[in-house]
């Protein structure tokens, strides 16, 4: 009826706290940068390995592409519609009940397994990281 | 159906992505479409299967055929979204190319 609003709703989050944090890591690299050059923003970029803003923003576009397309899904079946109040749940406050119902059990278990995946995927991608720095041919 | 159109989709685009030889098509962005796509879906399919036990896998002809439909036209929205958002970050410079030709 309305799932995908909880993933918009996360999407909403992740992706403005991505920016916040794509901010700090800026300032933190000029810090860096103004006190020992190129070479020490190189030095600290490979011990942060793969920046929590970047891996923040894979969650968001998962998050929003998934929410942009089952958005597309409820418009399809008649649930989300271009007028006032959009959700067509809302004009019944038994249809209300159950989408809030529907929302709080399907729309939170999506957004709880694109989590769940994206969580596998950051320490994938550390794993994959890690596995060619320490390979014989990456330091040949 | 719906859930396996856009799963096929974001597979063929994974490959895409991993062939690529540069990243100036954005192919992780529909990547990431598709695949948010397909697990909220999956979400959906676990409570449906979790009502309709193994009537699930047995769904009317109607029902497939309107899902298939519904899964083909997700493939093209995501397909129109990825292209405008190609476009607008222009990576390959095409677009101010072609704005600037005089």
Redesign the interface.
Known sequence: MA??LV?AAEAIVVTVASKAIKASESKKELAVRSKGGEKAVDALREKQGIPWSRKLM?LA??????????A??HV?HGEVVPWFPFLTAMNDPGDTAEMLHEMS??GV??A???TV?WALLCVAADLILKRRANSPLENA | M?LLV?VFAAIICTILWYKRKNDEMRL??LC?????????????A??EYAELHEEFFTPAPADMLNDLY?GL??VA??MI?WLIILLIKDPKGAVRRALQKK
């Open positions: 799932c995908f993933g894979w576009y998962l998050l929003w592409g998934g929410a942009f397309l089952l597309y899904e399809w059990t399907v278990t999506m709880v397994i694109v995946v | 719906t856009t992780g962005t990431f479409l598709f695949w948010g796509a397909s697990l909220m879906w999956l979400g959906d676990i409570f519904l036209s997700v929205l995501a979204l």
